[in-house]
C-alpha cells in the first residue's frame, strides 16, 4: 500500500512498515499544503493517509473520499513506538474511505 506520512508523524513509523511504500509531504514537495488540498493530492497518488493531526476530523469533510486516514493520537514517537504490535495491523488492513482513530486502551 502506498501511505502517505503527515508531516506531524515521526518518521520512525515508517522503518515498520516494510510491506509498504512510505513517504511524506516534504519529500514530494508539498510543504505549506493545507488539509484539504494535501487530501485532494493525496487520493491522486495513495491509498493511505496516516496523521496525528488532531483537528482533521473536524476540519475537513471525508464523505465520499476513497482515502484510508488513520489518525493517531500522539506525534511523540516513544509513545507510539510501544503500540506498533496494534497499530501495524490497522494499517495492513485498511479499506478505502475509512477513518480510524487510534488511541491505546488505558
Request: aromatic letters at 10%; hydrophobic letters at 40%; proline letters at 7%.
Amino acid at each position: 500500500m502506498k501511505i502517505l506520512l503527515d508531516e506531524c508523524v515521526p518518521w520512525p513509523l515508517s522503518r515498520h512498515l516494510k510491506s509498504h511504500q512510505c513517504t511524506n509531504p516534504h519529500r514530494l514537495g508539498w510543504d505549506g499544503l493545507k488539509n484539504g488540498d494535501l487530501l485532494a493530492e493525496a487520493e491522486t497518488k495513495f491509498e493511505a493517509f496516516i496523521t496525528s493531526d488532531q483537528s482533521l476530523r473536524y476540519q475537513q469533510n471525508r464523505k465520499g473520499r476513497r482515502l484510508a486516514i488513520l489518525e493517531l493520537w500522539t506525534n511523540d514517537w516513544r509513545l507510539v513506538q510501544p503500540h506498533m504490535n496494534e497499530i501495524i495491523p490497522i494499517i495492513d488492513n485498511l479499506q478505502p474511505g475509512d477513518f480510524i482513530f487510534f488511541t491505546p486502551h488505558a
